[in-house]
Structure formats: structure tokens, C-alpha cells
């Protein structure tokens, strides 16, 4: 019987899912108190002080990262800043490898980091500039000792000139340290003063270098079209008016902080991240330290949550298992087939019927059982009543032994047999036990000796249609015996003047073999039983039509070994067909 759907508020699965959750969400909430309570004084150790409070340790860090290519000597100035600050920094890589640490400590492997030291990409809010690129990243643009006297002198004479026309400047640090002037007020007339010096001789290569990463980024083929100043004021000149084009220099814009990144990132140290926190001693108990209140809270919040669980499977369970020793008790009641009540809607509810169903199919298998014992028993007193009658009064001396008695006697003989063999066969399928040795066969000259073999005694023709000649992997012998069973069922049940044929041909894949007579036919509510044992049309049990009644049952089980089906259509006073339908391979 098919189990039907359980409706959700009854199923068992969803009930002890509400009290897993009912458990769980009890279990954190109380854990969630309890921590929040306890991990005041960790989270703090752990945190510190914010990096805002110091950013001098940020900076001065950054600039070690900028005038240095690795961190290999960066441990000094830690400690340093760490005593002065009376704080624990750390320095560690991008992948969680520490580079430096002040002291001894918890691990930060999972700790949020303070900052990420790189001076190619500063962190605005904390430095308050305005460039992404460290000002103190010099890298191949440093200039010698001679070449910054010079500059300086540039400087002079250009804040003179500056002044003649009645300007005003200041001199700042510019990209790479390099210092220039900055016009703070122009004047009343123009100035042609020079306020950014040439590029000197260092400069002039890295400056060419970075002209053409520009123009690989912006896709300008002639690297001459691209100008730019010491001081990192870039044009592309338009080639058709030799004159700068306001919408390429834009375009080029975005690639010269690419540019430089790609030029200046041999120079300095690899990115690494910051931590600055609260210094800790190791040998104190900084992890959740249980004051006397605090074990007395945890204590009580574990016990109401045991006590809460502890009553909640007990209901639980009770609830659940009481159904169950009903069914064990119903299972252990005298009787062979005990029932039970079914009063529920949910799995034990269809557990109860099942078990119902199940004691209904024993009870039916119990009477088929008897049945069978009868049928039996029925089959074989005939033949050995005749035998042992016949063989009494040849002992009596009424009646001598002839031909015919002979003859009758083996037949009665041959009978038992054939129904032995059944038996042994059907309680073969049963044990699972019936073998078949499949192997390439013509079917077609396994159906013509079948035919063949019924033809001589069969009191109607016998007809053999094939289309093809299949080859198939099939037991021949139990093919044939199949076969055998269906056309001297149909053979028996056809009058004189009809017809059986015995037709074969491969459907979809499919060997089919059709058995069709045209004999008295079956009626509608006993095609069901055909397949039963020793059930028979008529009502009399006779032998008279011959047969065991265990053929088709037989056919059956063999069609079934060999991974195929058998069906049967028929209506009386037109006549039966079976059909096989049998894997080609």
C-alpha cells in the first residue's frame, strides 16, 4: 500500500524539528548571555586602542615601506614606536605570516587588522593627503646631492622672477620629493618665469620609461605625442594640430597612476597589515576570567537549559513511543494475524496500517497456501489412484497386464512426472534459484520446434508467423518450454475448427512473442487468475482437457528470469492471446 502524504502539523519530522530548534534556540540564547557577559574584557584585549588615537605609527611605518624595498630591518623601529606608545604592534603579511612583533601575545591570525601598510596605496582618511601614491616613494627618480643644489637654485631664480611681475609663490614637495613652486598669487600682469625646472639627467630615463607605460595603458602608439613634466603634468598632442587634445589627455589620465604603481612597486616593501592593541602579559589569565558570580550564573543558565531539554525529550519521547508499544504489543497478541487500531494520521498512524495490510496479505498467502496444499494434493491422487487400482487387480488377477494397461500406466506416470517437474520448477522461481543460460539463439527455429513438437497431437492447425530472423541472448531450452506451455494451453482450450499461431517479431527494441488461438476464450474477471496456480476456467477441476494447471504460472516466472513480461488479452467465444515481450539482449 502507498503511504500518503503526511500532513505537515502531524508529521513526526516536522515535530522534532520544532524541538530541535525549541532545544537550539534556548541553548544560544542562554550561550549568548553568558558570553556577552564574559568577553567584555577579551574583546577589548584584542581590539586596543584605536589606530586613529596614534597615526604616527601608521605613518612613520609607511614610510619605512616606502624607502625600502623588504621589511627585513623594520623590528627596531617597532619596538621603538611599541615602548613609546606602551602599545603591542605587529606587523604581518597579507597571508597571515607575522614579519614583526613587539612582544609576545595572542595569536591576530584572525583579528581584524588596524591597517594595511602600502605605500602604493595610502589610506586617505588616516594620512589626510590627497595622493594614493607615498610622496617619500622616490624609487628610480632620486637625485644626487649636486642635482637638488641645482633645483634649488632653479627654485630661487623662478620665485625672483616671480616677485619682477609682481606674483607671489611658495615652494612645495612635489611627486618623488622633488620640490616646486606653487603660484599663490599671480600678479597684475602675466609672468613668463620657468616655475618647474627641466628634468635633470637622473630623471630624464625613469621619465621616458613612464611615458611609454602611459601609452601602452592609453593605446598611443607614437610615444613622442605624450608629454609630461618632472612635476607629472601630462598632454597627449593631437597629430593633426600639433597642439595638446583636451579629450585624449583625459582619456590618458586614468593611466598614469597605473603607470607609476607599475614602475615605483619594485622599489618598495610588499604590503603588509597592521595591528596595534593593548599589550598583554602572558602569564596573566586574560580569557574569560570566572569570577565566583560569574560561574554561579553559568551554572545556573546551564542547568534550566538541561532541565528545559531534559523535559522536552521525555514529553517528546513519551509521546512517540507510546504509539509504538501499541503496535509491539498488537505484534506479541495470540493469533496469527493481529490487527491494530489505526486512530492517527501521521507515520505511525500509516505504520499501524501497513502492519494491518501486511497481516491481510499473510492471511491471504496463509489460505493460498492451503489452497495450494489441496490443489496438490488433488493433482496427485488422481494419477496414483489410477495407478495403484490398476496395479491391485493385476495382483487380484482381474485384469492382466497388456498393451494398453501399459500403456495407461505410463501416462499416469508421465503425468506425475510433468507435475513434479512444475513444482520443482515454480519452487525454484520462488527460492530464486531458477537459472537460465542465456545464450545467442534463432529464435525463429527455437518457435518451429515448438510448433513442430505440438503439431502431431494437436487436434487444430498450428501456424508460424515471423517477421525477421532475430537473434537474441535467451536460454533455448527454457524459451522453447515457454513457448511450449502457451501453445498447449491455447491447443487445449480450441475446439475443433480453430486455429493457434505462434507469431514473432522485434518491437521497439523488444523481442515479442504472441501465442493467439481462436478457442473459447476467457472471461473478463478471470484474466487476473490466469496466472495463478492450479486454477483452471472450469469450475470442475478436471483433468479432462488435461494439464497440471501450473503452465502459464510457469511461462510466467521464466518470461520474469529473463527480464520480460507476460500479458494476455481475450474475450470469450473470439479467443486468447499471450503475449512475450523478452530484451533483445
Known amino acids: 500500500m502507498y503511504a500518503p502524504r503526511v500532513p505537515m502539523h502531524r508529521s513526526l519530522t516536522v515535530r522534532l524539528l520544532v524541538a530541535s530548534l525549541a532545544i537550539a534556540a534556548v541553548a544560544v540564547l542562554a550561550t549568548s548571555w553568558i558570553a556577552s557577559q564574559l568577553t567584555s574584557r577579551t574583546i577589548k584585549q584584542q581590539i586596543g586602542q584605536s589606530l586613529s588615537d596614534d597615526k604616527s605609527v601608521y605613518d612613520e611605518l609607511l614610510g619605512y615601506a616606502a624607502t625600502h624595498p623588504g621589511w627585513s630591518g623594520v623590528q627596531p623601529l617597532i619596538t621603538a614606536r611599541a615602548t613609546k606608545l606602551n602599545r603591542r604592534i605587529t606587523l604581518m603579511s597579507e597571508d597571515r605570516r607575522v614579519i614583526a612583533d613587539s612582544m609576545a601575545g595572542p595569536s591576530l591570525a584572525s583579528a581584524r587588522p588596524s591597517a ?13 593627503r590627497t595622493d594614493r601614491i607615498d610622496p617619500r616613494l622616490v624609487g628610480p627618480f632620486k637625485l644626487s646631492p649636486a642635482e637638488q643644489r641645482q633645483i634649488r637654485a632653479d627654485l630661487a631664480r623662478s620665485l625672483e622672477c616671480l616677485r619682477r611681475f609682481g606674483g607671489e609663490g611658495e615652494v612645495v614637495t612635489g611627486p618623488y620629493g622633488r620640490p616646486k613652486v606653487v603660484v599663490t598669487d599671480l600678479g597684475k600682469q ?17 621619465l621616458t620609461v613612464l611615458r611609454e607605460l602611459v601609452a601602452a ?49 619594485p622599489y618598495v616593501a610588499p604590503a603588509a597589515l597592521l595591528f596595534v592593541t593593548d599589550p598583554v602579559d602572558p602569564t596573566a589569565q586574560v580569557v574569560f576570567p570566572l569570577s565566583r558570580d560569574n560561574v554561579l550564573r553559568t551554572g545556573t543558565a546551564t542547568a534550566g537549559v538541561l532541565l528545559f531539554v531534559g523535559l522536552l525529550t521525555v514529553t517528546v519521547g513519551r509521546r512517540l513511543t507510546r504509539p509504538l508499544r501499541a503496535l509491539t504489543e ?22 499501524a496500517a501497513a502492519l494491518n495490510e501486511l497481516a491481510e496479505r499473510r492471511e491471504r498467502s496463509e489460505q493460498l497456501r492451503q489452497a495450494m496444499v489441496s490443489d496438490v494434493a488433488h493433482e496427485l491422487r488422481n494419477p496414483l489412484t489410477n495407478i495403484r487400482t490398476w496395479l491391485e487387480a493385476v495382483r487380484d488377477g482381474l485384469a492382466t497386464v497388456d498393451e494398453p494397461l501399459l500403456t495407461l500406466l ?139 494447471g501450473l503452465g502459464l504460472s510457469i511461462a510466467r516466472q521464466i518470461a520474469g528470469a529473463h527480464g520480460g513480461t507476460i500479458t494476455v488479452e481475450s474475450a470469450p467465444g473470439v479467443g486468447t492471446t499471450f503475449t512475450v515481450s523478452l530484451k533483445m539482449s
Open 217 to 265: 595603458c592609453a593605446g598611443e602608439t607614437d610615444v613622442d605625442r605624450v608629454w609630461l613634466t618632472p612635476d607629472l603634468v601630462l598632454a597627449i598632442v593631437d597629430p593633426a594640430t600639433e597642439q595638446p587634445s583636451a579629450a585624449r589627455t583625459a582619456r590618458a589620465a586614468g593611466c598614469l597612476d597605473q603607470a607609476r604603481r607599475t614602475q615605483l612597486e
Open 116 to 128: 594595511t601598510i602600502d605605500p602604493l596605496a595610502v589610506d586617505l582618511g588616516l594620512s589626510g
Open 410 to 548: 505410463h501416462d499416469e506416470t508421465a503425468q506425475l512426472q510433468h507435475i513434479v517437474d512444475d513444482l520443482r520448477d515454480l519452487a525454484a522461481a520462488d527460492a530464486g534459484t531458477l537459472r537460465v543460460h542465456p545464450e545467442p539463439t534463432f529464435v525463429n527455429d527455437a518457435l518451429e520446434q515448438v510448433v513442430e513438437a505440438h503439431r502431431g497431437a494437436a487436434p487444430v492447425p498450428l501456424a508460424l508467423e515471423c517477421e525477421g530472423d532475430p537473434e537474441v541472448m535467451v536460454d533455448p531450452v527454457r524459451l522453447r518450454q515457454l513457448v511450449g506451455n502457451l501453445v498447449s494451453n491455447a491447443v487445449r482450450h480450441t475446439p475443433p475448427g480453430g486455429s493457434v499461431t505462434v507469431r514473432s517479431r522485434v518491437l521497439d527494441g523488444r523481442l515479442t512473442i504472441e501465442v493467439a488461438d481462436t478457442g473459447t476464450g476467457i472471461a473478463a474477471a478471470d484474466l487476473p487468475k490466469v496466472f495463478d496456480r492450479f486454477w483452471r476456467a472450469d469450475e470442475s477441476r478436471s483433468r479432462s482437457t488435461g494439464g497440471s
Open 330 to 351: 498488537a505484534a506479541h497478541r495470540p493469533g496469527d494475524h493481529p490487527r491494530v487500531p489505526v486512530g492517527r494520521r501521521d507515520e505511525i498512524g500509516y505504520l
Open 190 to 206: 602675466d609672468s613668463p618665469c620657468e616655475l618647474v625646472p627641466a628634468a635633470t639627467r637622473t630623471e630624464q630615463q625613469p
